[in-house]
């Protein structure tokens, strides 16, 4: 997604300036949550337990990620970390939901079994 800022921070002449390019910034954000909540709920098609859904080392895998990511943009590793803590959490519980209601599908078994003998890889990588 494109982020058209109309102005620079340095460039804002005043409050209104600054409350629109805010807006605009936080629609973009917004704007790809959307999009990582499709791949999440698309990942869970490749889930074979709770537990691969839930992905515990890759959760705190993650949020390691992102607080290295929040340093080099000079923000508070502390408050990233809390920020992609709760919507991951989220996340993970609208997984687990489409995880379950997927499970409940007459060819859900026939289809993993195909997916996991096709390559041998039983595809328990986690998007988060």
Same mark, same amino acid.
């Given at each position: 997604?494109?982020?058209?800022?109309?102005?620079?921070?340095?460039?804002?002449?005043?409050?209104?300036?600054?409350?629109?390019?805010?807006?605009?910034?936080?629609?973009?954000?917004?704007?790809?949550?959307?999009?990582?909540?499709?791949?999440?709920?698309?990942?869970?098609?490749?889930?074979?337990?709770?537990? &691969?859904?839930? +992905?515990?080392?890759?959760?705190?895998?993650?949020? +390691?990620?992102?607080?290295?990511?929040?340093?080099?943009?000079?923000?508070?590793?502390?408050? /990233?970390?809390?920020?992609? !803590?709760?919507?991951?959490?989220?996340?993970?519980?609208?997984?687990?939901?489409?995880?379950?209601?997927?499970?409940?599908?007459?060819?859900?078994?026939?289809?993993?079994?195909? /997916?996991? !003998?096709?390559?041998?890889?039983?595809? &328990?990588?986690?998007?988060?």
């Amino acid at each position: 997604m494109e982020v058209k800022q109309q102005m620079s921070p340095e460039q804002c002449q005043g409050m209104e300036d600054i409350r629109r390019e805010i807006d605009t910034l936080d629609r973009a954000v917004i704007a790809l949550l959307g999009a990582r909540f499709k791949y999440v709920l698309a990942a869970s098609k490749f889930k074979t337990s709770a537990a &691969t859904v839930r +992905a515990e080392q890759r959760f705190k895998a993650m949020l +390691a990620t992102r607080r290295q990511w929040a340093e080099a943009e000079g923000l508070s590793a502390d408050a /990233i970390e809390q920020l992609y !803590s709760n919507l991951v959490q989220h996340f993970i519980a609208e997984e687990m939901k489409h995880w379950q209601a997927a499970q409940a599908l007459p060819e859900r078994p026939a289809l993993m079994a195909k /997916i996991t !003998s096709e390559d041998g890889d039983n595809h &328990t990588d986690s998007v988060r």
